[in-house]
């Protein structure tokens, strides 16, 4: 009861929300609009800069990496952009759910559903580095209860599995 108790206590805003929400699917125009809409809803600003990082970001089938999105970023602006500057955005969009970080990759994937919030659940292919985003509100309710009983307070937990995706288990 106690390590319920403690989870409560320590419980981060999005956690209440999880499972009472409903996706909306975004592409194109209208994932960058809704991403620009959340971060401004969230008392940032949308400057040129975090656009073009988040139009590399979202042009990418699959997680990349900072030094990507710099390489990307760059050869489109016509000057260098520092990976620390796209550090710095990254963790920004990740703060305000506009993108995810695929940890065992140390790469980053843009978030289909901006404000929408919840545990990360990913589905990472070995062979060709795709991932999968999944949302299971159930799993992650198990993790963290799990956590719970172990007197631990899970502040976001980060689940991957990795193994082969359809097209890679089709070539193989």
């Known amino acids: 009861m106690l390590a319920l108790w403690l989870v409560a206590a320590h419980k981060p805003l999005y956690i ?3 499972g009472k929400h409903h996706h909306h699917e975004f592409s194109g125009v209208s994932l960058r609009e809704e991403a620009r809409k959340v971060l ?9 800069m975090r656009a073009s990082i988040y139009d590399a970001l979202a042009g ?3 997680p990349v990496s900072a030094y990507d999105i710099a ?9 260098r952009v520092a990976p620390n500057s796209i550090y710095r955005i990254l963790d920004l969009f990740v703060a305000n759910n506009l993108a995810i970080r695929v940890e065992s990759a140390n790469a980053y994937i843009v978030n289909a559903h901006p ?6 659940i990913f589905l990472v292919c070995s062979n060709c580095q795709k991932a999968i985003h999944v949302d ?9 209860a799990r ?9 976001r937990p980060i689940i991957e599995v990795q193994g082969l995706c359809t097209d890679c288990q089709k070539a193989a």
Do not use: P
């Open 16 to 18: 209440e929300r999880m």
């Open 71 to 79: 390489d990307a970023v760059s050869a489109a602006r016509g000057k």
């Open 115 to 120: 404000g929408c919030v919840h545990d990360c």
């Open 40 to 48: 401004q809803d969230c008392g940032e600003q949308w400057t040129e």
């Open 60 to 62: 990418q089938e699959k």
């Open 136 to 144: 299971d509100d159930s799993l992650s309710a198990s993790v963290r």
């Open 147 to 155: 956590a719970a009983a172990e007197n631990f307070v899970a502040e």
